[in-house]
T-cell receptor
Framework: DTGVSQNPRHKITKRGQNVTFRCDPISEHNRLYWYRQTLGQGPEFLTYFQNEAQLEKSRLLSDRFSAERPKGSFSTLEIQRTEQGDSAMYLC????????????????FGPGTRLTVL | GQQLNQSPQSMFIQEGEDVSMNCTSSSIFNTWLWYKQDPGEGPVLLIALYKAGELTSNGRLTAQFGITRKDSFLNISASIPSDVGIYFCAGSQGNLIFGKGTKLSVKP
């Protein structure tokens, strides 16, 4: 399967614990995005990388959240000192980077990691 | 965060019916995309639109990029049971801004 993969698919944790999620993008995609989705809402942008550089962060990304993409391939999203309000589906997407005649705005999503904070 | 206005919020379909949904924004986008999401899964890209006025089809799905670049619609013709799910519009300014979704369910 050459799509975007995410691990784990589900995570249950107690308030105050740290959690880390992993995303493996489509192999030829330079851009990798993280989104958060709560029940009844569309996904909301958190941050994105082009290769290993983190180029944009949303105001939703509090200082308890950190994302990395050290080698420009897979990415991790860590949440420290989790709170009940962090419970959500965390989605990863990847796309090509901008070039003429390339559909770089087409983002392909992984299956998500469902986080439940008790 | 910013979200698009998507309507209707939900609708019931009977097999064979045509379905229409739309999305509006106060901002201009250079790309509109339509996704479908099944429960517990990530969104799946259905159609991408790149030019104002563009009309694009993907099987029974047809989508249009509004002339003002602030709206888009999606039509599904001759619906079938596997069309149920949540459909999201998204406008691109680099990262994607999503609507709240239109939930399609089968008429009881």
């Amino acid at each position: 399967d050459t799509g975007v993969s995410q691990n784990p698919r589900h995570k249950i944790t107690k308030r105050g614990q740290n959690v880390t999620f992993r995303c493996d993008p489509i192999s030829e995609h330079n851009r990798l995005y993280w989104y958060r989705q709560t029940l009844g809402q569309g996904p909301e942008f958190l941050t994105y990388f082009q290769n290993e550089a983190q180029l944009e962060k949303s105001r939703l990304l509090s200082d308890r959240f950190s994302a990395e993409r050290p080698k420009g391939s897979f990415s991790t999203l860590e949440i420290q000192r989790t709170e009940q309000g962090d419970s959500a589906m965390y989605l990863c997407a990847s796309s090509l980077s901008p070039r003429p005649h390339i559909p770089y705005n087409e983002q392909f999503f992984g299956p998500g990691t469902r986080l439940t904070v008790l | 965060g910013q979200q698009l206005n998507q309507s209707p919020q939900s609708m019931f379909i009977q097999e064979g019916e045509d379905v229409s949904m739309n999305c509006t924004s106060s901002s201009i986008f250079n790309t509109w995309l339509w996704y479908k999401q099944d429960p517990g899964e990530g969104p799946v890209l259905l159609i991408a639109l790149y030019k104002a006025g563009e009309l694009t089809s993907n099987g029974r799905l047809t989508a249009q990029f509004g002339i003002t670049r602030k709206d888009s619609f999606l039509n599904i013709s001759a619906s079938i049971p596997s069309d149920v799910g949540i459909y999201f519009c998204a406008g691109s300014q680099g990262n994607l801004i999503f609507g709240k979704g239109t939930k399609l369910s089968v008429k009881p």
